[in-house]
């Protein structure tokens, strides 16, 4: 069982990594950072995701009383490619149609900021998702449910989209927005939390 003697800062908006935690026994405060999410020329997705969840969590430390802080970001790598949310509905037929029958990548960039040791430990965890073939029909069926507007590649695992995941390699978690074991274990080795 864990235990922590304080609430958790989760520097993000989504509600899935807030649900994750919590199902873990994790208490957290949500309070998101205003940290632009641009990727930089040449940056390689890894590092776009550790880079944007090192920030978030630096970024929301500053203006918090509190001692331990965690960000983190995901995205949908396919050949390379970061596939952020969509911008619209159009964007997101064009990124299920290519995911349509392909493998792709999951990452998660996280880091848990120590405002009072003025240290961060985090790392990018990667997870291999291989989607069914699907037909226009199905995509912008799916489409038209809202269900892909706030999820990275246009797709959340945990929803009306867990049936065109054929197979998955790595941690489940991590495709919903956090890898909870490798989360829980840093803040375990910080201090944050304590297993009982």
Do not use: W
């Not at 240290?119 to 069926?141: A, K, N, Q, W």
Request: aromatic residues 6%; charged residues 25%; neutral net charge.
């Amino acid at each position: 069982m864990v235990q922590q003697a304080r609430p958790l800062i989760l520097a993000s908006a989504s509600p899935r990594r807030a649900d994750l935690l919590t199902s873990a026994g994790i208490r957290c405060v949500i309070i998101p950072s205003g940290i632009a999410e641009e990727i930089h020329p040449t940056e390689a997705p890894a590092a776009y995701v550790q880079r944007l969840a090192r920030a978030k969590a630096r970024d929301v430390a500053k203006t918090v009383s509190a001692r331990f802080f965690l960000g983190a970001d995901t995205a949908v790598v396919l050949d390379e490619e970061i596939l952020g949310k969509p911008r619209d509905d159009a964007d997101a037929e064009r990124m299920l149609s290519r995911l349509s029958g392909r493998i792709h990548e999951v990452m998660t960039g996280y880091e848990v900021y120590d405002k009072e040791g003025e240290c961060g430990r985090g790392e990018v965890v990667s997870t291999r998702v291989e989607f069914i073939p699907l037909s226009p029909h199905e995509i912008r069926t799916y489409v038209a449910t809202g269900c892909p507007r706030d999820a990275a590649g246009a797709y959340a695992i945990q929803g009306r989209a867990a049936y065109m995941v054929r197979r998955v390699e790595g941690s489940y978690t991590n495709v919903v927005g956090l890898p909870l074991s490798e989360v829980v274990e840093t803040l375990r080795r910080m201090g944050a939390v304590s297993m009982t």
